[in-house]
């Protein structure tokens, strides 16, 4: 949702791991993405295989559920729309 603007506001001094564009990143980084956001078992190994050190997902996503619970990570920003985490 957001991560075509965070591209073309952060890049190149920050990488987005993934944005709406599903045709660029092809179906198995598509589902590694979905699966992370679902919460499914090993949700953290891509996180840390990428190096992803910041969160910016939707408050009621798995994800985000998962996240306030991982002492790994802190909470910085929450409204309505958007969640964010940064790794400790």
Same mark, same amino acid.
């Given at each position: 949702m957001w991560g075509g603007y965070l591209i073309? +506001?952060? #890049?190149? @001094? #920050?990488r987005i791991y993934i944005d709406g564009r599903a045709d660029v990143y092809g179906d198995k980084l598509v589902e590694e993405f979905l699966e992370v956001r679902d919460g499914k078992p090993n949700w953290r190994g891509p996180l840390e295989?990428?190096?992803? +050190?910041?969160?910016?997902?939707?408050p009621d996503a798995a994800l985000a559920s998962l996240l306030r619970e991982d002492s790994r990570w802190r909470k910085v920003f929450e @409204?309505?729309?958007?969640?964010v985490f940064v790794r400790q």
């Open positions: 073309w +506001r952060l #890049y190149p @001094d #920050y295989n990428h190096g992803i +050190r910041t969160v910016l997902i939707k @409204d309505k729309q958007s969640v």
